[in-house]
Nanobody, 123 residues
Framework: QVQVVESGGGLVQAGGSLRLSCGAP????????MGWYRQAPGKQRELVAN???????AYADSVKGRFTISRDNAKNTVRLQMNSLKPEDTAVYYC?????????????????WGQGTQVTVSS
């Protein structure tokens, strides 16, 4: 059973920093991509940043230069360092893992989401 577990988030003033962490313990063969998405009230969920097993990174234009995603392949974890936070960064942040998992003797593709963690940036 694979479970994506998130930590971090909270309340911070504009200009401050927060760090989100996400782990994917369980029967994993290989993780392809791990990343963070966010959803603000009344808006669609959007990609914030992701990183492949080879280290290739992608960022939303709105967070480039402020957020940094990193990954520990050995521990199946990903972190999102968020600096210079703005009120418009306020949202629920979700971790996503696109992976291959062991399932009843087979290796099958899976896509897992965390439960979400609230990030609130006050002005």
């Amino acid at each position: 059973q694979v479970q994506v577990v998130e930590s971090g988030g909270g309340l911070v003033q504009a200009g401050g920093s927060l760090r989100l962490s996400c782990g994917a313990p369980g029967s994993i063969f290989r993780i392809n991509v791990m990343g963070w998405y966010r959803q603000a009230p009344g808006k669609q969920r959007e990609l914030v940043a992701n990183i492949t097993s080879g280290g290739s990174r992608a960022y939303a234009d709105s967070v480039k230069g402020r957020f940094t995603i990193s990954r520990d392949n050995a521990k199946n974890t990903v972190r999102l360092q968020m600096n210079s936070l703005k009120p418009e960064d306020t949202a629920v942040y979700y971790c996503n893992a696109d992976l291959w998992a062991f399932d009843n003797g087979r290796i099958v593709p899976k896509d897992y989401w965390g439960q979400g963690t609230q990030v609130t940036v006050s002005s």
